[in-house]
């Protein structure tokens, strides 16, 4: 069966009062850079409060769908067969042979729920469903008619032209990206931190990203499998502008200037102090990290507490309260868990303390910092300024 549109399904953003076309404008944006590389001339539309894509004469149906399930906003993909409006007989004979082609044995309960977006058109919607219901009845003896409790509804919109649609894909739901600001993503090769990012942006967020790599601790695999995970989380999110930090000088420096086992939690409140300096140079309203309570010691409340510190944006942990298991299950959904799985060294691990402090201390932390002070804005400086960008699409 060939279908020539899909109606696009919206709920949440659908009550934003009068920033409603704000919401539908983001959402149709994004729906024409999920459908980019689906082969085909697609056009989105919008039209009298509804979404279309128009699909050209020959396309990858299971390709477009996935395409339009990555897109958030979208609750329901329902895909419509259209018709020229021949008049009233002709549109009979189309829904009847329309429900053949997809139900040839229908003996369920249905009901026609008819649309006349086009005012002018002279039937008024109920007649058209009374008529059309009992052409279907004709048709397929062994169904009967339930408007309250259906197991089919066959919608027909009176447009221009005749749509006709009886079932709806699930979307991602979410709201489309763009809508609600932007923020920067500190993306690490792990479990977490990709599906962070695409909890935040399911929430309207458009994300840029920081990666710090120590080469040569850190191999060029280890980069591109950052890379690799951006790309994924960019199928959902849109382009990411991905900065990538070399940190091995700071990390060298607290290495030798530092207690050992509070070098994680100084190191990661260096992390947050870069990733924040190209926050607010991006325009970002805040940062994303994937750490979830008790996880690992730099992940305790007091631990948390001090990389928070250095922060004056906000910090958004999306995964705070998951367990393990649950980010997993997240990212075998989105796809990235058999990327972020492949064994390649972190710069967080290659440093890492056999007894790392698990309640840090403030003061303490204070003070081991400033013996940093003598070197520390210079190598700053030179992580800021060496900084690669990777656009990724
Ligand atoms: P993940 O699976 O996301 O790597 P994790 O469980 O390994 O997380 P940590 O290594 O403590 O936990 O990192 C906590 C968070 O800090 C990560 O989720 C990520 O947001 C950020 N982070 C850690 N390492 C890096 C890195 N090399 N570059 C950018 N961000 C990082
Ligand atoms: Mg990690």
Redesign the pocket.
Known sequence: MIFHAFLIKYAEIAIKGKNRYLFEDALVKQMRLALEPVEGDFRVIKEQGRVYVLCPEEYDFDEAVEALQRVFGIVGISPVVIYEDQGFEQMGKDVVSCMKARYPEFSGTFKVYTRRARKSYPINSMEVSASLGRLILDAFPEASVDVHNPQLTLSVEIREKIYVYSETIPGPGGMPVGTNGKAM????????????GYMIAKRGVKID??????PPY?SERAKQK?VDLAKLVARYSGPIRLHV?N?TDIQLYIYDQCPHEEL?IIM?RY?MRI?EHFAKKCGCLGL?????IG??A??TLQSLAATNEVCTLPVYRP?IGFD?QE?VEISRKIDTFET?IQPFE????IFVAKHPVTKPNLNVIHRSETKLEEKIDQLMEEALSTVEVIEIN
């Not at 993306?187 to 990709?194: A, E, F, Q, R, T």
């Not at 972190?346 to 691990?349: A, V």
Request: hydrophobic share 45%.
């Open positions: 993503l500190l993306l690490s090769g792990g479990i977490d931190s990709p599906v962070a990203a920081v990666y710090f790599h120590a850190t950052v930090v940190f994680t990661r992390m990733a994303i990290t994937g750490e979830s996880q690992v730099s992940q995964v393990k980010i972020s972190d710069c967080c691990t």
